[in-house]
């Protein structure tokens, strides 16, 4: 039997499913209250989470009287996921303003080797977030119209534009590399820290930098530098780190994903088999 999305509301006394037929996660969340939301991947057969703490942080924080607690939510989680065993899923994670949980759970669908071997196209766009710090549900609607437009064009993902700067994705956060010239050793990489939605992938990926010995500078890249990047990946928690090769029309490096990208790629690698927590 094909395990499609499945979504929940979640109370104190039952799991309460709801109907949503073949929609997807972002479909899905368009139908539940105006809210926050945090989405991730499985590990281990289902068993763990990259970063899960930080996952329900982002929910409940913003939030007064939550209807069930943190361990409550883990607890459900668990019971719901044994459908998917022993494979892996993709969890979205909704709190509405009032209070009120929702889980919806997908199979988890990994992007293709070759992504993270070839990197992927961007395109900028001047879309913006309201509360840039909220991941706040009503940016998935806000958002729409980018969204099938990236899809219709087989580009990877939108980066968000604020006065010529580029700050993140719209699923993702953004990091570039900008290699000195004298040697082909990147020192430091770079990213947005103001007006941005603080990614639980970001902060880890920038922990492993510094102890790899990369710089990090928080600097926002202007768009009329793009020339001068010689590398570029995105950060998620569902898909990690995906190179980009190509950001609107301007070739990001050779063309290829360079040495920090790669470097990272395997350093994250190996911190989600050793740092995933138990659900």
Known sequence: MKI????????PTQNVPLDNGDLSLDDVTRQLPDGYYSTFRTFDGCQRVLGLSAHLRRLYD???APEVSHSFLRQQMRTLLEPYRPGEARIRAVMTKQ???YLAIAPLSVLPREIYEKGVQVE???????????????????????RK?????????????????ILEGMTSNFFY?????????PLSIGTARADILL????????????GRGLEVKYQ???RDQLAAVSEAFLTSSSRGIVPVIKIDDVAIGQGSPGPATRQLLQAYDEHVIQKAENI
């Open 149 to 165: 437009h990236i899809a219709q064009q087989g580009i990877f993902e939108a980066l968000l534009v604020k006065d010529g700067n």
């Open 4 to 11: 499609m999305i499945r979504t929940w509301r979640v109370t």
């Open 99 to 101: 209070g009120e949980v």
């Open 199 to 210: 990614g639980i992938t970001r902060k880890t990926v920038i922990d492993l930098a510094r």
């Open 62 to 64: 913003p939030v007064s």
């Open 220 to 222: 926002p890249l202007k």
């Open 177 to 185: 590399v900008v290699a000195p010239d004298a040697s082909p050793i």
């Open 124 to 146: 900028t766009t001047e879309l913006e977030r309201e509360q840039p710090r909220l991941k706040s549900t009503a940016f998935i609607g806000r958002s729409d119209s980018e």
